[in-house]
Nanobody
């Protein structure tokens, strides 16, 4: 069974940076397309960034130029480097792995951007 464990969240001031990590276990990491989602209070969960098995990336418009998703297949880990953080980036961030038709979610980690 695949397990995803996020780390690296916390409280940061506007303009600051955080790097989230998601450790994958239980299967062959390199076979999975990986994503980061986030959910703010009262909002739907939204896709923030994706990375394919070939490391091609895609981002939602609101984070382009500020966030970078990357993967290290040797460490079975996906990262989300978040720079120039804004209060509207606040939410619970979830790691997501999928290899059609199966998908797995992490437990989520809180990111709060506030002064």
């Amino acid at each position: 069974q695949v397990q995803l464990v996020e780390s690296g969240g916390g409280l940061v001031q506007p303009g600051g940076s955080l790097k989230l990590s998601c450790k994958f276990s239980g299967s062959i990491f390199g076979a999975y397309w990986m994503d980061w989602y986030r959910q703010a209070p009262g909002n739907r969960r939204e896709l923030v960034a994706s990375i394919t098995i070939a490391s091609r990336t895609n981002y939602t418009d609101s984070v382009k130029g500020r966030f970078t998703i990357s993967r290290d297949n040797a460490k079975s880990t996906v990262y989300l480097q978040m720079n120039s953080l804004k209060p509207e980036d606040t939410g619970v961030y979830f790691c997501h792995a999928h290899l059609s038709p199966v998908e797995f979610w992490g437990q989520g980690i809180q990111v709060t951007v506030s002064s």
